[in-house]
């Protein structure tokens, strides 16, 4: 699908315009409009959404599906959502001038799995540099757990298996540990089910829906040894001294990223430390690779009021998201800050502590892990007929 270009027609634009890449599903196209139209709102500037690969919280996967086998020893581009997105980029490259935009003014703009896509872009080798100049991290980085699928063969397997694709192939075995090798199958009999994938309609590819470990997902940003390098952590870190991967950096959070994790039930009577005990231990299991006893300790004497003997339900629920916030998604990103060159730009970091006057569950009224972008740019109906939103090719 083509871009779409969301313009305020002023008479004049006195500074340079701002741009913004939104990397949006194709079933979001809607949601991107109105953010573009509420942009537009209150700032000079023109939207850029970008519909890439469908892949809403890569999934499912036609962005994402990985098949190759040994990533290492065969390169072969398989993160085709982030491919559309450095196509989009060039594509406002040479085209946003006719709009009376600024090809050297380009923010990029994502939230959790987007930020972290945005992130993979900032030190890709795939990406030319000079696309973007600034880019906005919102609850998210290349650096969370949940950012890369460390099995993708594996998932592409079952999800070959349950369209029918695999019949050549011997059964997809469940991992242990995400970090455990995927089968191993040959590249030739993944390109056959690639073949036939390809054969299937867009609604049965659709329909499948592949299960995940806790706090993961089943597809998404993987190593494929272009896009994404096997030791992609160190090149992130080698590609920070460069002076040509130098952004202005806008990154931030919320004090509840972990909301969206917990049952209606935890979240309205708490629970005990039994039970916490239990999450940390299955997300220390499915996020972490090394030293996971130690770290669940860690995380118990962190995380535990050790003045407090007796804690309540809601006590321990307050300290379990907040742990779970922190390792899924702070610290991750504040990694990320630190690991990017500055130089002569500039970095910002925000957290987003609205609180609601009409929350829906009173224990927890802050702001939680959910696209914030029409709080964060002031949440409006905009009807004005002096801006617009049109496709261009």
């Known amino acids: 699908m083509a871009p779409i270009v969301c313009k305020r027609n002023s008479s004049k634009w006195?500074?340079?315009a701002a741009h913004t890449i939104a990397s949006t599903p194709d079933n979001q196209t809607v949601t991107a409009r109105l953010v573009g139209l509420i942009l537009l709102g209150f700032v000079r500037l023109l939207f850029v959404a970008a519909p890439y690969s469908p892949t809403p919280r890569f999934s499912p996967p036609p962005g994402f599906l990985n098949t190759n086998a040994d990533p290492s020893g065969r390169g072969h581009i398989?993160?085709?959502?982030l491919?559309?997105?450095?196509?989009?980029?060039?594509?406002?490259?040479e085209n946003i001038g006719a709009f009376g935009g600024d090809p050297g003014s380009v923010t990029l703009l994502g939230h959790g799995t987007g930020a972290a896509c945005i992130h993979f872009l900032m030190a890709s080798a795939a990406v030319v540099p000079g696309l973007f100049q600034r880019a906005v991290l919102m609850s998210g980085s290349a650096f969370s757990p949940w950012a890369t699928v460390d099995n993708p063969t594996h998932y592409a397997l079952k999800y070959g298996r349950a369209l029918n694709c695999t019949a050549n192939m011997t059964p997809v075995a469940e991992p242990g540990h995400r970090r455990d090798p995927p089968p191993k199958p040959s590249n030739k009999e993944l390109d056959e089910m690639v073949n036939?994938?390809?054969?299937?309609s867009l609604e049965d590819l659709q329909a499948v829906h592949i299960s995940a470990p806790q706090f993961l997902y089943p597809f998404g940003p993987s190593v494929d040894g272009i896009?994404?390098?096997k030791d992609y952590r160190r090149e992130m870190r080698k590609r920070a001294d460069e002076g040509s991967?130098?952004?202005?950096?806008?990154?931030?959070?919320?004090?509840?990223?972990?909301?969206?994790l917990f049952t209606a039930d935890d979240v309205d009577r708490g629970f005990d430390l039994e039970r916490r005990d239990r999450i940390f231990r299955t997300m220390v299991r499915n996020a972490y690779d090394y030293h996971l006893n130690e770290v669940f300790i860690s995380l118990v004497n962190e995380y535990t009021n050790w003045e407090q003997p007796d804690p309540q339900p809601y006590e321990i629920r307050d300290a379990t998201l907040a742990a779970l916030s922190d390792a899924l998604y702070v610290a991750p990103l504040l990694t990320a800050a630190n690991n990017a060159r500055m130089g002569h730009k500039n970095q910002y970091f925000y957290v987003f502590n609205h609180t609601s006057l009409h929350a829906a569950r009173p224990y927890v009224s802050t702001a939680p892990h959910a696209p914030p972008t029409p709080l964060t740019l002031?949440?409006?109906?905009?009807t004005?007929?002096?801006n617009s939103c049109r496709e261009r090719n």
């Open 227 to 229: 896009v994404i390098k």
């Open 83 to 93: 491919m559309d997105q450095i196509a989009a980029l060039h594509w406002v490259q």
């Open 196 to 200: 036939c994938l390809k054969e299937k």
């Open 384 to 386: 004005s007929t002096t």
């Open 14 to 16: 006195h500074t340079r």
């Open 378 to 382: 002031h949440t409006a109906t905009y």
């Open 245 to 260: 991967r130098e952004y202005d950096l806008l990154f931030g959070v919320v004090p509840h990223e972990a909301f969206d």
């Open 78 to 81: 398989m993160n085709h959502g």
